[in-house]
């Protein structure tokens, strides 16, 4: 079946333009979560969504950065007078939420470059 | 503290031989979760292996196998029989907290695998 998907892969913008990012998710799972990848590092967790309602956004670095999933499905990732440093990969996974193990599945991502 | 300490940055080794990837990781929950992924030069995080801390056996999956020592804090992954396609960075994750709860994965930094001919 398909995977996760996020578009588009590249995003190249200007310092202080707003740009947003899209993911789809695997059908049927009610788990969303947004990563961010910077050069040579491990991803680290923005925000996590439980259908409709963000369960965990403790992870966004300022409040430049907004994540929606109106449906419960497609999510937006939102950001808001993009700086140099918020170049990096964006990833988007899923879950289904009903093993123990409840392993994420990670789409390609989105490689942002701010200039 | 490092919540996830992955001390190697790069190892290669010979195409067939077994290679452990080392991962010690720092928390103070009793219910808690340790996953490695591998990312190929696509981008794409694969999961590879699951262990969870209430688990008394070693995960294992085809050729990927998990030494959790939980005392030590230790959670390293084995690939035996390694192959090219093995190449890639790989990522040790864990979650705090029950299954169901704290979902957000904590990585560590990663360790690019070569695999030689």
């Known amino acids: 079946g398909a995977g996760v998907s996020q578009t588009p892969s590249n995003k190249v913008t200007e310092k202080g333009k707003y740009v947003e990012l899209r993911c789809d998710p695997i059908s049927g799972h009610t788990a969303l979560y947004w990563y961010r990848q910077s050069l040579g590092q491990g991803p680290e967790f923005l925000i996590y969504?439980?259908?409709?309602?963000?369960?965990?956004d403790s992870g966004l670095p300022n409040d430049r950065f907004f994540a929606v999933r109106p449906e419960g499905s497609v999510s937006t990732l939102k950001i808001q007078r993009t700086e140099r440093g918020d170049s990096a990969v964006y990833l988007c996974?899923?879950?289904?939420?009903?093993?123990?193990?409840?392993?994420?599945?990670f789409g390609p991502g989105t490689r942002l470059t701010v200039l | 503290a490092q919540k996830i300490t992955q001390t190697q940055p790069g190892m290669f080794v010979q195409e067939k031989e077994a290679v452990t990837l080392d991962c010690t990781y720092d928390?103070?929950?009793?219910?808690?979760?340790l996953f490695w992924y591998k990312q190929p030069s696509s981008g794409e995080m694969i999961f590879l292996i699951y262990?969870?801390?209430?688990?008394?056996q070693n995960a294992t999956e085809g050729r990927y196998s998990l030494n959790f020592q939980k005392a030590r804090k230790s959670a390293n992954l084995v690939i035996s029989a390694s192959q090219l396609g093995d190449s890639a960075m790989y990522f040790c994750?864990?979650?705090?907290?029950?299954?169901?709860?704290?979902?957000?994965?904590?990585f560590g930094t990663g360790t690019r695998l070569t695999i030689i001919p």
């Open positions: 994750a864990m979650r705090e907290g029950p299954n169901f709860g704290n979902e957000k994965l904590t």
């Open positions: 928390t103070s929950d009793q219910s808690y979760g």
């Open positions: 969504f439980q259908g409709t309602g963000a369960a965990d």
């Open positions: 262990q969870g801390s209430y688990d008394e």
């Open positions: 996974a899923s879950s289904i939420r009903d093993t123990t193990r409840n392993e994420q599945f």
